[in-house]
């Protein structure tokens, strides 16, 4: 069963909405099962929604369209559907009496602009859901002789999200008389490249590829990491797991090294986790990620049990004279190391973590733009046994990449010493 | 001229990665005067990429497509585009030398992988920007019998953007042989709700859409403000500045109350700016933007001359003990005022900013989610002139937006003070 989605809206071509519709719902019909294979989005024009659908129609099975079921001028996807069918709009005088039982409830009269909303294409079946004042519409279609189905949603997204749940997806499950189920899995890696990691997984990959199920594909994501996913497809949930479970295993002995999550998990959650785990506290300084690594720390749920706080040592003289940084150069290991045991004599904290370097336009002391030195020390139940590790690592790109590599690497060398 | 945009790659479709390219282009596209009627997604897969490539070169005079031009084996795009050309790849060892600096420079071997990306189909240019490993390229494809431009670039967004920016947008307004110059000038404003300023500018847009040059819209833009955009077109950059100047001028008195910036500037420039003008320094203790805050500040180019650094106090012993804010409720303005005064004591400086409130998911001290206490504190001069204001205000979102509110608005505050 081919399914795809069309989102309609000139707001969207000139980007002053990003269009997340079609990526829920194409989230959505890949854990149904359902193959889908293209979106396509168009503006508020009949000819180029008709052009749109009717390719869509003629290449996938069912065509979810998102949008232009408004009340205005510009809302033109009914009109554009009862052509496709060849059938009239009727007031539907269900709808119509919704509608209207909906201003009532909010004490405002319905503006007559609103009756356009309760018309409907004859043979079209109108979704049971209706947040709003737009109806769904389940509408078949024919072209070219073949059977299609067109699902009509609103744009809005609590309102397109209850049909599709409600309705739109169990439809589509029934008519595809599949019952298998899609699943994906991420394995999240950091201290790899992206083509290192295609060349550690080459083999593999190009066994999978002649079977087709199940698949891998790599994904870089910045702060997030460089993620490898299994999907696979089989007859019911219990199978599915038991396949990605399968792969994760086989891929382990390969990219386990680098691995530090898998699915939601991501680095803060993990390193938030493992010392919740340990009973131990957290505090950061941090010099060129400039908030940005507390800032990460701080969108965990529930970090308050481990987080104490962070110092943005900026200035220099904020360094030697909060954090007790000897003179001499801040971009160096030294600096670092100075700046984790001094936020954590600060804040009371049993582990501390640090971040100096130069995160560009210009040169410091001499060091090109990108270099980064960082500290992790970690108390084990008391001072006495106190490590502490350093590193300098060199990093690509601008400010903002700078910042988000630096902050994976430094979470990624506590995760290591925990 | 018609432009669209294919974004590639399977990830986008499964909704794993929300395709904000395609809306940026949009929206530069429509920046640059050109008309831009379909976005369509693809997956990794060469015969749908083809499909898509050529119904899209079919309908408009030029498509981007972005993505696929990774090093792995689902980086596809090349692939494709060679054959639509019909035309070889062939190693370009310009474009093979970059990437082994690239390498090199971060003292990395470079797997042999990445020499797929310096494959590019003879008869295409390479686009003269690289900022990552994979080259754009400009194809020239003939697609039954009419010449077409394909623009292939990378799906990274900073990568993308660069080559955007600084080749495909060029290249197409020369191709259009439009001469005319087609410029926008951004008001940033803050504390008026959008449909608030909708509706005092609503006479304005009236008479400038009967008209059609110049245009207005509105764009919601979280931390960076709520934006007003003209557009306006005219034979030389001259005219089309006059135009803007004018129509800035005619919207002054409508919402000059609540503009803070014009085009890049944003709050973070203007209030360092107004600190650097001044001689003031700069320091923020904050607890629910957790270092949120001082990351925005960081981010301003030259901030180093005014920003001493920031405290992160999450755990309440570290408002208490570093900051001295008195035992007590924590959200509150009482704690906001005293965690300012604490952090310019503490890091020596002139000006200080505090947000301490209720990120969520949870309740706090009674206090409901969104509720934010702010507070700014300035020396003019000496000690014995300090002035402080504080405020709470009350925001609706998620984590995410609280912070981005409260950063905005407490910068705004200052601003005001200063």
């Known amino acids: 069963m081919q399914v795809e989605v069309v989102a309609i809206g ?3 071509l000139l980007g002053q909405i990003v269009d997340t519709n079609s990526s829920w719902i194409g ?26 659908l009717e390719a869509a129609l003629s290449r996938s099975d069912a065509v979810i369209c998102c949008g232009g079921l408004g009340p205005t001028q510009d809302d033109l996807t009914r009109e554009v559907i009862a052509e496709l ?48 004042t737009a109806p769904g519409l389940i509408c078949p279609v024919t072209i070219g002789g073949a059977e299609r189905v067109l699902y009509a949603v609103p744009g809005v997204p609590y309102e397109m999200k209850e049909m599709v749940t409600g309705t739109v997806l169990p439809d589509l499950r029934r008519r595809s008389g599949d019952a298998s189920v899609i699943a994906s899995r991420i394995i999240r890696t950091w201290g790899q490249s992206e083509s290192g990691l295609a060349e550690i997984l080459a083999e593999r990959i190009d066994e999978l590829d002649s079977a087709g199920n199940p698949t891998l594909a790599f994904l870089a994501s910045g702060v997030e990491g460089l993620k490898v996913r299994i999907t696979a497809k089989a007859a019911d949930l219990d199978s599915v797991t038991a396949m990605l479970d399968a792969e994760q295993r086989r891929l382990e002995p390969l990219i386990g090294h680098w691995t530090f999550a898998y699915d939601d998990d991501n680095m803060e959650t993990v390193v938030v986790r493992a010392l919740e785990e340990r009973g131990l506290s957290l505090a950061v300084a941090e010099s060129l990620t400039g908030g940005y690594l507390s800032g990460r720390i701080c969108a965990v749920p529930g970090v308050s049990a481990v987080y104490r706080g962070g110092v943005v040592a900026y200035h220099p003289s904020v360094k030697t004279q909060l954090l007790g940084v000897p003179q001499g150069p801040v971009v160096s290991e030294e600096a670092a190391s ?28 001499g060091r090109p733009v990108g270099t980064v030195c960082m500290a992790v020390t970690v108390a084990f139940g008391d001072e006495d046994e ?29 995760r290591k010493m925990l």
């Open 386 to 414: 106190r490590h502490t590790r350093t590193a300098t690592i060199r990093l690509p790109g601008d400010r903002e990449r700078i910042r988000q590599f630096s902050t994976i690497t430094v979470l990624d060398l506590l």
């Open 10 to 12: 000139t707001e969207l």
């Open 338 to 365: 100075a700046m984790a045991l001094g936020v954590c004599r600060v804040m009371n904290a049993d582990v501390g973590v640090a971040t100096t370097g130069v995160a560009g336009p210009d040169e410091i002391e």
């Open 85 to 132: 069918m060849g059938a009239e709009l009727q007031l539907d005088p269900t709808v119509a009496d919704r509608i209207c039982a909906m201003f009532e409830s909010r004490g405002r009269t319905m503006p007559d602009n609103n009756l356009r909303q309760a018309m409907v294409p004859e043979g079209a079946t109108v979704i049971a859901e209706q947040p709003g």
């Open 27 to 52: 989230a959505e019909l890949a854990a149904a099962g359902l193959n889908s294979h293209f979106q396509t989005k168009v503006g508020d024009n009949p000819e180029r929604i008709r052009a749109v």
